[in-house]
């Protein structure tokens, strides 16, 4: 079944002006989709342009980088809150009773796709007419629900190594500076 079968597939709102005074709508640019699929909600430049409803996020929309070097990257929206969709960040708007969550991962399944596909310019683009035309594998509802928890678990697992990874860059770090002294305040202790 095609993607745009069960879903609106489409690029957000070429805004005019952005501020970062915190008076309007926040808008979610590429910038604020992180790459383990949650977005960066805090750090949003703001709107208050009149944009059509469509252009305003809902729970568990799924946003894809549509151009840059991140062309690609995936997110879920978890939040009730009201923001604004920049131009190039693809909003996929489920219309269908398939979870987002299962549409999420198939998503990313075919973001290397994505990328191939943007890739032939100076700067990575891709339309949201291209990723409709992607088919999307339909199963019962047991075994998709099978897939989202079977992935659900990798991602938790792949989320703790990623935290012990970041923990053991500190600790490396720690013991750098230990043993021979601050490069940035240049103390030169191992001397």
């Known amino acids: 079944m095609k993607l745009s079968d069960i879903c609106d597939v489409y690029s957000g709102y070429a805004f005019k002006t952005f501020n970062d005074l915190g008076h ?3 808008v979610i640019k590429i910038s604020n ?6 977005i960066d909600l805090i750090n949003c430049l703001f709107t208050t342009e ?3 409803e469509k252009f305003y996020s809902k729970k568990s929309d799924i946003y894809i980088a549509l151009s840059g070097a991140t062309t690609g990257k995936i997110s879920i929206m978890d939040k009730d809150n ?13 219309r269908s009773t398939i979870s987002n969550e299962y549409l999420k991962y198939f998503l990313m399944s075919r973001s290397n796709r994505i ?6 310019c100076a700067q990575p683009n891709i339309s949201p007419k291209q990723i409709a035309n992607y088919d999307v594998p339909i199963y019962s509802d047991a075994v998709m629900n099978k897939i989202v928890s079977e992935l659900r678990e990798i991602d ?6 990623q935290k012990q990874l970041e923990l053991l860059d500190e600790l490396v770090k720690a013991r750098f500076v230990e043993m021979f002294g ?10």
Do not use: C, H, M
């Open 24 to 26: 309007g709508v926040p």
């Open 33 to 38: 989709l992180l790459p383990d699929g949650s």
């Open 50 to 52: 009149n944009i059509k």
């Open 82 to 94: 009201t923001f604004a969709i920049n131009q190039r960040v693809g909003i996929v708007r489920n």
């Open 115 to 120: 990328l191939e596909e943007a890739s032939g």
């Open 156 to 161: 938790k697992i792949k989320n703790t190594y």
């Open 182 to 191: 601050d490069p940035v305040l240049n103390d030169k202790s191992w001397q």
